[in-house]
């Protein structure tokens, strides 16, 4: 049948598809159809859509499927699992935090100013971020393995691997500078990595350009690109910034922060080799002059400056496709960077006789300078966000509008916990039986005296969170106890199991704990900031650990000093164990996945606008495909759309709407359910998916239905005042389905919580009623019922949760 025809058969006969998009857990195309026989309409191994092979073609026959839509599955789980070797992502966790910081910014209205220096502030931290952990590699390879270990007798001689850097080789690598640039091989390596990864995931993930539909958006107006208002008043429609054509391709902001990055990384090594050979020749006479190393560091503060030009500088156009690169910025920056690090190299290479390496490099400057710089940053950052929250205030906006700069504290908390725990790890190894820092038996000075008081502190934060952590574990029992007789009440149970009673109040009490998260992460960065304060002005003062610190101030003291001193330093080297094992065990394990899988999707669904070696953006690639497949089949069959989305998958269905142009929007029917669009994002992203943003939403779609439960700790409600329209929220639903057992249920029905709504008869009657406002209804077949229809079309549309 020729296109036309084709797309005139399917107005005539009503025509309907529903894609299906599921949700973290992820699954097969199989299971989300129920059928093992599947076909891939488009896409590759990486993402795409799949029909029923029996389906493949069914627009050529609409006839056949009068009695449910055709349904299409968009299985994108590739995107975000795969082998255990991806858990390494979480080593750069610091990195996808910070990034998050940048989407969670408070609606505004106006404060353009304010709301790029937000922005700003964020993208300084994670440049911050980078230098950090490059400063910690430096720190484990150039000054306690190059610069102490090699130059003691003592450390060295127990390590054979260690003998051709030893002095008591006395071979050519015995001068301190060439052991230095030996050492700088590896966290320059470590930076070459970076940047091959944030360069290869783009390539990977990212790089696809959105099909770009040519309907026309006649009826909708766009938003200035920082604020969260229209930039024209009375128009009927908002198109809000998850719908501006550009914002799902970063990638001229990426690479400008890839080459921003790559390079302070660089100069970091750069600086830790060159600046230590450069003091030698001010404080000493030797055959390298003096002037060379001010030359050096000259050059050093001028690059430093490019690279924090590049990244104040904007870089990102959302209005519209943005194919330009900075060619001059990302080509010649990095590799300038690399050029200095090389002559850094040769000059701390350069003979100097006479030349012992001793006490420590200037590792406590750089960590405390970072350390001080950063709690600034987020204190001036949380100003602004305040400034924003005040001028729009949101009620249901997360810790009134400090939510990104609580989220940007737990970076940098993140960022110092990994790089101390690393090198205190690496300083017990290399010291034996000795405790660095501590003086006697040590055979190297250990690492910064800062990285032990912030290590001591983690003892001191845990204990002060155990008091809200045990006031939330009594409220959950009582808030369960008091469900108790409401729920009987719900289900009209005359002799109630008081197990079964207990085991659904439980489970409901435990999903209300999600909306306590904020008041905790308030009180753990409150307390970070506070006692990292106290870390930095403790390591100032003393210029000692704290076990040293605190002598003479009597027995009590010193020894919860140094309890707290190797507990919190031996906290920090498990902590970054426990974090690698525990992502593998949730890319390996399903059930893992799908209880913590929501956070890290939560952090990988936002484009990399602020920190470029934070791990890909599945979005970039899952959102254009699905606006271009909904774009597509109803531009060819002009017939009707549900998309039906589960737990993520709403969130990429929602955004791929607001990519449609207005006459296709139209056309679509939006389906969610155990959605976070409102109670995870809503919340801590109210720019983008606060109450403005979902009330346009809804008014610019044909409609829109979400289910959710009392027992799902993830969706909820979207909370939309529909005012005279047609109501969205229909829960919360009961769960389980039926209280005991009984006769069309012998067997005892499961507490779902987050899966398997489709397992709910109220979800086929809800996608039915929404196919019949989409348009005319489609004619029964003779002799069936409306509860055989429902039942067809629950059976034919499969299932997406994941």
Same mark, same amino acid.
């Given at each position: ?22 949700? %973290?857990?992820?699954?097969?195309? @199989? ?8 076909? +891939?309409? =488009? ?13 493949? &073609? ?21 995107? =975000? ?15 996808? %935090? ?24 964020? /993208? ?5 971020? =980078? ?15 190059? !610069? @102490? #270990?090699?130059?003691?007798?003592? #450390? ?38 970076? !940047? ?16 770009? #539909? ?97 990244? #104040? ?5 959302? +209005? ?29 290479? !350069? ?23 950063? &709690?600034?940053?987020?204190? %001036? ?9 005040? +001028? ?88 369960? /106890?008091?469900? &108790? ?54 390591? !100032? ?23 707290? @001193? ?41 484009? /990399? ?57 139209? /056309? ?57 329209? @047609?109501?969205?929220? +229909? ?21 779902? &919580? ?49």
């Amino acid at each position: 049948m020729p296109p036309a025809h084709q797309a005139e058969a399917a107005q005539r006969s009503g025509a309907a598809l529903e894609l299906l998009v599921h949700g %973290v857990g992820g699954t097969t195309p @199989q299971e989300m159809l129920g059928d093992p026989r599947t076909t +891939r309409i =488009t896409g590759d191994a990486t993402a795409a859509v799949h029909r029923r092979t029996e389906d493949v &073609g069914a627009e050529q026959h609409p006839e056949r499927h009068r009695d449910g839509p055709i349904a299409e599955a968009y299985c994108w789980s590739n995107l =975000t699992s795969g082998n255990g070797s991806r858990a390494l992502w979480l080593l750069l966790l610091p990195f996808m %935090v910070v990034n998050l910081a940048h989407w969670m910014r408070p609606s505004t209205q106006g404060r353009t100013r304010t709301v790029r220096l937000y922005g700003l502030l964020v /993208r300084l931290i994670a440049l911050s971020l =980078t230098v950090l952990l490059t400063a910690a590699v430096c720190e484990v390879a150039l000054d306690l393995v190059a !610069w @102490q #270990c090699a130059g003691t007798p003592g #450390c060295s001689g127990q390590r054979s691997w260690l003998g051709f850097l030893s002095t008591q080789q006395d071979g050519w690598f015995a001068q301190p500078g060439r052991r230095l640039a030996v050492a700088a091989v590896v966290p320059a390596a470590l930076v070459g990595l970076l !940047w091959y990864l944030s360069n290869r995931t783009w390539s990977a993930y990212e790089s696809q350009r959105p099909l770009t #539909c040519d309907e026309p958006d006649s009826t909708e107006t766009d938003q200035d690109p920082d604020t969260d208002v229209p930039a024209r008043t009375g128009a009927p429609a908002i198109r809000p910034a998850l719908g501006r054509p550009g914002f799902w391709y970063g990638r001229r902001l990426v690479a400008r922060l890839r080459a921003a990055h790559t390079a302070a990384g660089f100069l970091t090594v750069a600086a830790t080799v060159g600046s230590t050979a450069a003091r030698h020749d001010r404080a000493a006479e030797g055959p390298v002059p003096g002037v060379t190393g001010v030359l050096f560091e000259t050059v050093l503060v001028l690059c430093a400056l490019v690279v924090l030009t590049v990244v #104040c500088h904007r870089g990102r156009s959302e +209005r519209r496709l943005d194919h330009r690169l900075d060619r001059a910025v990302i080509t010649f920056l990095p590799g300038a960077a690399l050029i200095l690090l090389l002559l850094a190299m040769v000059y701390a290479a !350069w003979s100097r006789p006479g030349w012992v390496s001793s006490g420590t490099l200037s590792g406590e400057a750089v960590f405390r300078t970072l350390a001080l710089g950063q &709690g600034l940053l987020v204190i %001036v950052l949380a100003v602004a966000a305040l400034s924003l929250y005040r +001028r729009a205030p949101e009620p249901r906006t997360t810790l009134h509008g400090l939510g990104g700069p609580a989220v940007a504290m737990l970076a940098c908390a993140l960022g110092g916990v990994m790089t101390g725990g690393i090198a205190q790890r690496v300083a017990d190894w290399l010291d034996g039986r000795g405790t660095p820092g501590m003086g006697a038996g040590a055979s190297v000075e250990g690492p910064p005296v800062l990285l032990s008081w912030q290590a001591s502190v983690i003892p001191v934060l845990l204990l002060l969170l155990l008091p809200p952590v045990i006031w939330l574990v009594v409220r959950t029992v009582r808030h369960a /106890r008091r469900l &108790g007789p409401a729920i009987e009440a719900e289900y009209e149970e005359k002799r109630p199991e008081p197990g079964r009673t207990l085991r659904i109040a439980r489970t409901r009490a435990t999903a209300a704990l999600t909306d306590s998260a904020p008041g905790i992460l308030g009180l753990l960065s409150a307390a970070t900031l506070l006692l990292g304060a106290g870390a930095v002005a403790g390591s !100032w003062l003393t210029g000692e650990v704290p076990g040293l610190a605190t002598d003479g101030a009597g027995p009590f003291v010193e020894s919860v000093a140094e309890a707290a @001193q190797s507990t919190g330093s031996w906290m920090t080297g498990f902590g970054v164990i426990l974090l690698v094992t525990w992502g593998r065990r949730a890319y390996r394990d399903v059930s893992a996945r799908r209880t913590i899988g929501i956070l890290w999707d939560v952090g990988t669904f936002w484009p /990399r606008a602020a920190h470029p070696f934070a791990p890909p953006c599945y979005a970039e690639r899952a959102v254009p495909d699905l606006s271009s497949r909904m774009c597509a089949w109803t531009a060819r069959t002009r017939g009707r759309l549900v998309i039906s989305g589960h737990s993520q998958g709403s969130v990429l269905a929602a955004a791929a709407v607001w990519q449609l142009p207005d006459a296709a929007r139209h /056309r679509v029917a939006l389906l969610t359910y155990g959605s976070p669009i409102e109670r995870l994002y809503g919340r801590w992203f109210p720019a983008y998916f606060g109450r403005e943003p979902l009330e346009g939403l809804h008014r610019s779609v044909h409609c829109w239905r979400n289910l959710w439960r009392a027992t799902d700790p993830i969706g909820g409600p979207v909370r939309i005042d529909e005012g005279q329209g @047609q109501e969205v929220d +229909r829960g919360p639903l009961k769960d389980p389905l039926v209280y005991g057992r009984t006769a069309e249920h012998p067997l005892p029905e499961p507490i779902l &919580g987050h899966s398997d709504y489709q397992a709910d008869p109220v979800f086929a009657v809800e996608r039915a009623a929404l196919l019949e406002r989409l348009g005319p209804v489609v004619p029964q077949q003779a002799g069936v019922s409306t509860e055989d229809r429902d039942s067809t079309a629950q059976g034919s549309a499969g299932r997406s949760s994941g």
